[in-house]
């Protein structure tokens, strides 16, 4: 699976407004995700879990700032994510659903977040980035 140039320009041009607010963009998807998912809970035991916490507002902006760097390197995604992957799959065994769950919730931020700019084509785009990116994160599990 591939995106089409198309779908490249659409996830690009969301991700300049993205960055900014990654840390708060990044907290709300983690806190949208422990509300609706609670057992994702449990890979944060030692994180304070209230909403726009330190640790929410860190940890999720390193997600969204990973994001929109996979983003930048639409063409050599597998190797821009290499690294989170062996992490994820190695050391904290994240379990793999989990990836779609917040991958999910990301797309109501953005679309909660920047309701002009988030057009079905754009969200299409994203839901396809989205999936790649989770699809690449469990490729080392198998």
Same mark, same amino acid.
């Given at each position: 699976?591939?995106?089409?140039? %198309?779908?490249? +320009?659409? @996830?690009?041009?969301?991700? &300049?407004?993205?960055?900014?607010?990654?840390? *708060?963009? &990044?907290?709300? +998807?983690?806190?949208? $995700?422990?509300? +609706?998912?609670?057992?994702?809970?449990?890979?944060?035991?030692?994180?304070?879990?209230?909403?726009? %916490? !330190?640790?929410?507002?860190?940890?999720?902006?390193?997600?969204?700032? !990973?994001?929109? %760097?996979?983003?930048?390197?639409?063409?050599?995604?597998? &190797?821009?994510?290499?690294? $989170?992957?062996?992490?994820? *799959?190695?050391?904290?065994?994240? /379990?793999? &659903?989990?990836? *779609?769950?917040? +991958?999910? @919730?990301?797309?109501?931020? $953005? !679309?909660?977040?920047?309701?002009? /700019?988030?057009?079905? /084509?754009?969200? =299409? =785009?994203w839901d396809k980035f989205l999936a790649i990116? !989770?699809?690449?994160?469990?490729?080392?599990?198998?």
């Amino acid at each position: 699976m591939s995106l089409s140039a %198309s779908e490249k +320009a659409a @996830v690009v041009s969301l991700v &300049g407004k993205v960055a900014p607010k990654a840390n *708060a963009l &990044g907290s709300e +998807a983690l806190t949208r $995700l422990f509300l +609706a998912f609670p057992q994702t809970k449990t890979y944060f035991a030692h994180f304070d879990l209230t909403p726009g %916490s !330190a640790d929410l507002n860190t940890h999720g902006g390193k997600i969204m700032n !990973a994001l929109a %760097s996979a983003a930048k390197n639409l063409d050599n995604l597998a &190797g821009n994510l290499s690294s $989170l992957s062996d992490l994820h *799959a190695y050391n904290l065994r994240v /379990d793999p &659903g989990n990836f *779609a769950l917040l +991958a999910h @919730v990301i797309q109501v931020v $953005l !679309a909660s977040q920047f309701p002009k /700019d988030f057009t079905p /084509d754009v969200q =299409a =785009a994203w839901d396809k980035f989205l999936a790649i990116v !989770a699809a690449i994160l469990t490729s080392k599990y198998r």
